[in-house]
């Protein structure tokens, strides 16, 4: 049994009714503690092996709290997060939302995530009227063409056993220009979904939010493909899947490195349509990496709809360190 303490409150029951991501989403307004303030309604979910809270969790919470002081014919376009110090999956966080500003054609929010009383994470948000614009000059980057198509329904099925408790699906497969030596021109790719199916009556804030809970998979992570290095030396177990997938690449390298630590910094999120979409359709996405070097990297993301629509853009830097030495390969 979880313990209490993962949550302020006692949890309701799961609702049949709605998704597994609607339900992560969930927040529970502290009024008692002050205006804007908020906490996960529901348990934070941490990832099999990491170090605490899956930081999409955190992204998306405080948008959801930003949402809920803001009029309904206002959109959040851009989000600018920390990541300050790693988020207890095990005591539950606190939401502080500050108005920051109130335009005619946009507002701005700042959202403190905080346990024990320190801030662990710390995002700007900024919403824009829905009929602020006037003239405009449009364009937009185009979806890549002969991608392999999303899992079907066969796949999926297997994809949800193999969920690890995750509120989303995630395909990832052949990287573009995987064949490449030069890091910056590799791409990392995946299809990403909601699990299950979005209660039909969400709003588009629902949509919006899951898709920033969905915008860091394997975002920072994806630098140990570009760079054809290992996460982790595989167990024996996972020698097959592990080398096919991120050490196939290193045979481009005298020598494959090994990551000691991958730990997102920040997290920026360009929102182009965040209304007319649906977080339970499948969504794909490419990271590719700018930069890298003084033990961080910069990656960037482009999230497209599978009618080609560009939904969001999305930054993150990242520290990333190498094992200083090369550990014992097992024997095969």
């Known amino acids: 049994m979880a313990p209490d303490y993962l949550t302020n409150i006692n949890p309701p029951p799961v609702d049949a009714s709605k998704s597994a991501i609607e339900n992560s989403l969930e927040l529970t307004a502290l009024s008692h503690i002050g205006p804007d303030v908020y906490t996960n309604t529901r348990p934070l979910w941490r990832p099999p092996g990491a170090r605490g809270i899956y930081g999409g969790a955190v ?7 930003g949402q809920f002081t803001i009029p309904s014919n206002f959109t959040a376009h851009s989000m600018h997060c920390y990541f300050v110090l790693a988020g207890d999956s095990e005591i539950p966080v ?9 335009g005619k054609s946009f507002a701005t929010r700042t959202v403190q995530a905080k346990q024990r009383g320190r801030c662990i994470f710390t995002t700007t948000i900024s ?3 829905d009929n602020s614009e006037t003239a405009v000059i449009t364009h937009t980057i185009p979806l890549p063409k002969g991608l392999k198509p999303p899992p079907n329904d066969g796949e999926i099925v297997e994809m949800v056993r193999a969920n690890q408790g995750r509120p989303f699906l995630s395909d990832r497969f052949k990287a573009s220009n995987a064949e490449s030596n030069n ?3 590799r791409k990392a790719r995946q299809w990403i979904k909601a699990a299950g199916k979005l209660n039909p009556g969400a709003d588009y804030k629902t949509h919006i939010s899951a898709l920033a809970y969905m915008s860091d998979s394997y975002f920072i992570g994806s630098v140990a493909m570009i760079h054809g290095v290992l996460r982790h030396w595989p167990k024996p177990e996972e020698l097959s899947s592990q080398l096919s997938s991120e050490a196939e690449s290193s045979k481009r390298n005298k020598r494959a490195g090994v990551v000691s630590m991958l730990v997102s910094l920040d997290h920026t999120i360009y929102f182009h349509q965040a209304r007319g979409f649906m977080a339970d359709e499948w969504i794909f996405a490419e990271v590719s990496s700018p930069w890298s070097g003084d033990g961080r990297a910069v990656v960037t993301q482009h999230m497209f709809a599978r009618d080609g629509t560009l939904l969001a853009t999305c ?3 990242g520290v990333v360190r190498m094992q200083q030495e090369e550990p014992v390969r097992p024997q095969l």
């Open 315 to 317: 930054f993150q830097e």
């Open 127 to 129: 919403f824009t009227h």
């Open 94 to 102: 606190i939401y502080h939302v500050d108005r920051v500003r109130e």
């Open 59 to 65: 992204i998306a919470h405080c948008l959801v709290a």
């Open 183 to 185: 890091p910056h021109e």
